[in-house]
């Protein structure tokens, strides 16, 4: 018994230990950002996954899978991103009840911009971390991330 509270309590510590380095570090790279007159960090999350994804295209559903975002507020998210010109929402031909999300220049230049801000900061923020430690940490949190 003694064994199982233990390993909750180191469970218990790791998770608060997660959440405390998210806080801290996704706080300064929004700092940096609104600095630098950029949109917030889930912004560029969205930029990123259409950048990435063939013809920069994604329908919601596909970015709510690959997003920490709800439905509700990615579509909000979504409105606000194309009435900034960063997105269009275009009707999507293989369901008539979707959409389609594609990048448009505009957003493939601000996500551009706003890495030349995000990447720095991440680097400030994870600076005590060696190398093969920022790549176990990695590993570890994909695999709880599966």
């Not at 790791?14 to 912004?43: C, D, F, Y």
């Not at 009840?97 to 493939?108: D, K, N, Q, V």
């Amino acid at each position: 018994m003694e064994q199982k509270i233990s390993s909750s309590i180191a469970k218990i510590g790791a998770w608060v230990a997660l959440n405390r380095a998210w806080t801290r570090i996704s706080g300064a790279v929004e700092a940096q950002l609104k600095r630098a007159g950029h949109p917030p960090l889930a912004w560029y999350d969205v930029l990123w996954e259409l950048e990435k994804a063939e013809a920069c295209c994604l329908r919601p559903i596909e970015l709510e899978a690959r997003l920490l975002i709800r439905q509700h507020n990615l579509s909000r998210l979504l409105t606000r991103m194309a009435t900034a010109g960063l997105v269009k929402k275009l009707s999507c031909p293989e369901d008539g009840r979707s959409l389609r999300i594609e990048l448009t220049p505009a957003g493939r230049r601000t996500r551009k911009a706003m890495w030349e801000i995000y990447r720095p900061a991440l680097d400030a923020a994870l600076e005590g971390l060696a190398p093969a430690e920022a790549r176990q940490l990695a590993e570890q949190l994909d695999r709880l991330g599966r």
